[in-house]
């Protein structure tokens, strides 16, 4: 399985800024997936990271406030952007498909908003 | 109807018992399926892929009933380190890739 970090892996913001998280992996993967889970919930998907293009974002999700770069097959970044306390989450990053369509995730980052 | 649903638990259960956990899912064209395991403030790990003739994993065996579309996970003499929320994962549309999560079954084994 591929091995994946996330950076930063905990912050606290205010509200009104932006925060970017980093999701590197130690091999190239095809697919890379951001989700977020907020307390007590499962994981929600945010949006499918495109090598070489856009974004493929999930419905409830929008580039302006989650834009994701991918410049190539490990790496990729998600920005949380004008932040609320709505937005305090634990956000992970997915890489795939292993064998079977598996997918493996990052340490995941844990967000408070103030 | 939610596109994944699993009951949240949590059970307790003394160790050594046995326990099993049901997830159902409402897309009937899905064609992979996972139980995942996420031990608390931690990342999901892959327990075990389910195949549709059933697999098992030394203390762990997985069903799938694609006519009742029905996914089932039986954890066999519980170790107080099987305490974690087990994920049901269904897959998305085809060619996609993406996951679909259930909301977690919550295991606490006690001694």
């Given at each position: 399985s591929a091995v994946i970090s996330q950076k930063p892996s905990r912050d606290i913001c205010q509200r009104g800024t932006s925060l970017t998280i980093q999701c590197q992996v130690d091999s190239q993967v095809t697919m890379m997936f951001w989700y977020r889970q907020q307390p007590g919930q499962s994981l929600t998907l945010i949006a499918t990271?495109?090598?070489?293009?856009?974004?493929?974002?999930?419905?409830?999700f929008v580039i302006d406030k989650f834009p994701i770069s991918r410049p190539n097959l490990t790496f990729s970044t998600l920005t949380v952007s004008n932040m609320s306390p709505e937005d305090s989450s634990i956000y992970l990053c997915s890489v795939g498909p292993g064998g079977s369509d598996t997918q493996y995730f990052g340490p995941g980052t844990r967000l408070t908003v103030l | 109807?939610?596109?994944?649903?699993?009951?949240?638990?949590?059970?307790?259960?003394?160790?050594?018992?046995?326990?099993?956990?049901?997830?159902?899912?409402s897309n009937s064209a899905s064609q992979s399926f996972f139980w995942y395991r996420q031990d608390c403030r931690k990342e999901p790990k892959l327990l075990m892929s389910v195949y549709s003739s059933g697999n098992e994993d030394g203390r762990f065996t997985a069903q799938l009933n694609r006519a009742s579309q029905y996914i089932s996970l039986l954890i066999r003499d519980s170790k107080l380190s099987d305490s974690a929320t087990y994920l049901c994962v269904v897959d998305g549309p085809s060619g996609t890739y993406k996951y679909i999560f259930g909301t977690g079954t919550r295991l606490k084994v006690l001694a």
């Open positions: 990271a495109n090598q070489g293009s856009e974004a493929t974002y999930e419905s409830g | 109807r939610k596109e994944v649903e699993q009951d949240p638990g949590p059970f307790n259960v003394p160790e050594g018992a046995t326990v099993a956990f049901n997830c159902t899912y």
